[in-house]
């Protein structure tokens, strides 16, 4: 008896350890080490692999059902002769973006970098270089904050098993998946997780965030090993930010911030009542890799749009380049790219460190507003340009100044005038006079400096 309570004892400090070796951090500590993050506010994200020679969706493997053999032909071809990572890091910067996460490996388990723990990677490519190594200091070079995308899907390693994703699944046959599954082995897998996790927050320096993906219905916090995966990460880079897909969101300390991915939510998302850290994904034109036939690209409006959407609700973009088999960036891709840069070049404080405004600016209908807490300015987007005028509900005797942000011209307030019929007044109103043609962005913001 004595000997079971003892070893009982054990088990429980043992967990209480375990627990234990997840930092703990206040509130206030939290904000801090997110601060940067948060203030950056739009990212780059990259998915880039072998699929990206088929050119139909980084998802090709499973979507197909393409055996081991049918798609080592990309490995062995693959050659992007035209990838230059300072051009990237260029066009990252010019767009505007902070922060940039790259798919150091993806769900068909191609490795982008050179990883000791297996021969499936770029170096065994005719290719040979770590583009790895080589996009992360170009980016830093440019002051880009440096993230990684982690996989925790593998559709390549012998011991990852078979479920409903997997390209190898045989079709209605759950017995015959069983038997193959009895031979593979997921013990063996996590360890390839986590050895290959230490090598990339060991040997490419400080990295900022990283980005798992993702959990589901047959595998997640168990099949990863999570919890020890995540105490690893803390402990190799005690400063990154991490995503909330290791399927520990009732773990405290288990995820910095959430990702609704190719939506914006429709106001800012809460955990338990409480509002939290959020950064939504969204491609050019749906798929994440690059699709050569893909046609539904958003246009520069739409992305424009939706960078100063995630930010009046609080949150941070992430949008995605898909780069060539090649290696550099499509005309599709830079176009939309250098449209951001441009509106970005003019726009940015609007962006940049600011949030979700007060709930006393009330939004007027086809706008969005950001505040910026420290300078206490309020950005008013004009979404769909107004004829004339913009009237700001409630706003009578709230604001100093107003001015556009492009170009800090003054907008006058219009008091008596023949804008507005005595019939169309509301107290309380303020009405500002706008040019009747919209100013040359492409979606003008006004600043509000608020009295
Ligand atoms: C999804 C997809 C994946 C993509 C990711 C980005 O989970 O599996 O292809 O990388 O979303 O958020």
């Known amino acids: 008896m004595k000997k079971a309570l003892l070893t009982l004892a ?41 699929y990206a020679m088929p050119a139909r969706h980084e998802w090709v493997r499973s979507n197909e059902k393409i055996t081991d053999e049918d798609y080592q032909k990309y490995f062995e071809l693959y050659n992007p002769d035209l990838f230059q990572p300072k051009e990237w890091a260029r066009m990252a910067k010019e767009a505007g973006m902070k922060y940039f996460v790259i798919t150091a490996k993806h769900h068909e388990g191609f490795c982008n970098w050179d990883s000791k723990f297996t021969d499936y990677k770029i170096t065994n490519t005719p290719f040979k270089r770590d583009a790895l190594k080589e996009v992360a200091d170009a980016m830093r070079a440019e002051g880009i904050k440096v993230g990684f995308y982690y996989s925790l899907i593998d559709w390549h390693h012998p011991d990852f098993t078979l479920d409903q994703f997997h390209p190898l699944k045989p079709s209605n046959n759950p017995a015959k998946m069983d038997s193959i599954n009895k031979t593979r082995d997921m013990n063996k897998y996590r360890t390839y997780i986590k050895n290959q996790v230490t090598e990339l927050l060991t040997n490419y320096g400080e990295i900022s965030l990283i980005w798992f993906d993702f959990s589901y219905k047959e595998k997640g916090q168990n099949e990863w090993a999570s919890e020890d995966l995540l105490k690893t990460v803390r402990k190799l880079q005690p400063k990154i930010l991490v995503n909330n897909r290791l399927d520990l969101n009732k773990v405290e300390g288990g995820w910095d911030f959430v990702t609704p991915e190719q939506y914006v939510p429709a106001k800012w998302p809460e955990v338990d009542g409480k509002q939290v850290p959020w950064e939504s994904c969204q491609t050019f034109s749906g798929s994440w890799g690059y699709y050569r036939d893909e046609k539904n690209w958003k246009s520069p409006n739409q992305l424009i749009a939706m960078l100063i959407e995630n930010v009046s609700k609080g949150g941070n973009l992430l949008l995605n380049v898909g780069p060539t088999a090649r290696g550099y960036l499509d005309y599709r891709t830079e176009s939309a790219l250098k449209a951001m840069g441009d509106w970005m070049k003019y726009n940015s404080p609007s962006i940049y460190g600011c949030t979700q405004a007060p709930n006393e600016y009330k939004v007027p209908a086809n706008c969005l507003y950001t505040f910026n807490p420290t300078t206490k300015r309020l950005y008013l987007h004009l979404i769909n340009y107004p004829m004339g005028k913009i009237v700001l509900p409630e706003m009578q005797g709230k604001v100093k100044y107003a001015q556009f942000l492009h170009d800090d011209s003054e907008i006058k307030f219009i008091g008596k005038s023949t804008h507005q019929p005595d019939s169309e007044k509301v107290a309380g109103e303020l009405v500002l006079a706008l040019p009747v043609n919209k100013p040359n962005v492409e979606i003008a913001v006004i600043e509000l400096i608020m009295n």
């Open 10 to 50: 054990t088990v429980f400090l043992f967990l209480g350890n375990v627990n234990a070796q997840l930092p703990k951090e206040t509130a206030e500590q939290k904000t801090e080490r997110m601060k940067w993050w948060t203030e950056a506010r739009f990212g780059m994200f990259c998915h880039w692999g072998l």
